[in-house]
Structures are given as C-alpha cells and as structure tokens.
C-alpha cells in the first residue's frame, strides 16, 4: 500500500574489479593455484560452469537494477533476478 517493492538482484560472477585487477582477490586466486591472471580469467567462465560461456559484465547488473526500479517493472514484486550466465542450472 505504500509503494514499496521487495525484489533481489543476484548476480554471479562479475567481471568487476575484484576479479579483474591483478593486485585484486582474482590476483590472489590466480597466484595461489600458480597460474597467470588473464589465464584464470579466460577459464573461469568453463570452470564454474558459466552457460553463456563469459563472466557478466557490471553495466548488465546495473541495467537490471536500473529497469527493476522503473515503472515499466512497477508490477515485479517480490522476485529474486539471477543475472550469472546461467551458472545456477534449473532441472
């Protein structure tokens, strides 16, 4: 009744700055396992089982975000949005 929405983004693994730069957490992982950071990048997508095959970008979280706040979403409640490539698989 007072115009709020409840809905959830959840997203996978963003090819954002905690995995893209080298001194980053996608730095460390890559040192620890003993290969080279644009290696693990390139693998990861295979490696968690990435569906589209690439890491999602952060503009396409914002996007999301951006459209769920609109009012063409206005009728979208209560609705939890995965945005992972399609990593989480459905039987």
């Known amino acids: 009744p007072r115009g709020v929405r409840v809905n959830t983004v959840s997203p996978g693994t963003v090819a954002s700055r905690l995995w893209t730069d080298p001194d980053g957490y996608g730095g460390k992982v890559a040192a620890a396992h003993g290969v080279g950071h644009s290696d693990l990048l390139a693998g990861l997508p295979g ?7 690439r890491l999602t970008q952060p503009e396409e979280v914002a996007d999301l975000v951006a459209f769920l706040l609109s009012d ?11 945005i992972d490539g ?6």
């Open 72 to 82: 063409r979403a206005s009728n979208i409640h209560g609705a939890d949005h995965v």
């Open 47 to 53: 490696q968690v089982g990435i569906a589209s095959g």
């Open 86 to 91: 399609g990593t989480l698989k459905a039987a």
